[in-house]
């Protein structure tokens, strides 16, 4: 439910919708996550919805609208059969997945809010599903060198480098994240020394 002054205002308008959108979005992966299909597609159909009423209220919101509605292209053109059902049965647009990979691209060059959750998002799309194991270093890295405490980026850099073949650079981009992963205090710190080391002795063991 809108408030009144996003009723009254168009750009508070656009912006509550974009909100509202990228937020189903990440309810809708959390249920997918779960196993819940009818859930998650559910909510991909409204986020999609809210999305593009952002952008007919403010096109300038179109960027960072593109990372949910990118993602969404992109995934539901991929999906297994059963969720195509899924998408049949709830009437949701058809979808594809080249122009997803396309609006992932716009977003994380040009959005202002979620750059960086593109960047990373295409780096995972590229890098898990489509074999473009360059393209992924270069987004993630990017992300690593500029959080150097956020283990994640440089560990996903370093499997993305040790499937490119570089396997000097995975090791460096491991050690990077072990180092961070040794300064963290939340509850995955341990997971995550556990995931580097292990890489560690993986990639140090290829090598020697």
């Not at 969720?83 to 994380?108: C, D, H, M, W």
Request: proline content about 3%; charged content about 25%; some cysteine.
């Amino acid at each position: 439910e809108w408030s009144d002054e996003m009723r009254l205002n168009p750009a508070s308008a656009a912006a509550g919708a974009l909100y509202a959108g990228l937020a189903r979005g990440a309810r809708a992966r959390l249920y997918a996550l779960r196993e819940q299909s009818l859930k998650s597609a559910s909510d991909a159909k409204q986020m999609r919805a809210d999305l593009l009423e952002a952008i007919a209220k403010d096109p300038q919101l179109a960027p960072d609208a593109d990372l949910g509605l990118g993602t969404y292209n992109y995934y539901a053109d991929v999906l297994s059969p059963i969720l195509k059902l899924f998408r049949l049965v709830l009437g949701i647009p058809g979808v594809n997945r080249q122009k997803g990979l396309e609006q992932l691209r716009t977003a994380s060059e040009q959005a202002v809010l979620w750059k960086e959750e593109a960047q990373y998002e295409l780096a995972r799309i590229y890098g898990v599903r489509e074999g473009r194991h360059s393209e992924a270093l270069s987004l993630v890295q990017e992300l690593a060198e500029r959080h150097p405490g956020n283990p994640l980026y440089a560990l996903f850099a370093g499997f993305q480098a040790e499937a490119g073949g570089k396997g000097s650079a995975a090791i460096e981009y491991c050690q990077k994240a072990a180092e961070a992963a040794a300064k963290m205090e939340s509850d995955c710190r341990e997971r995550l020394l556990e995931a580097t080391q292990g890489a560690l002795e993986r990639l140090r063991g290829s090598n020697a």
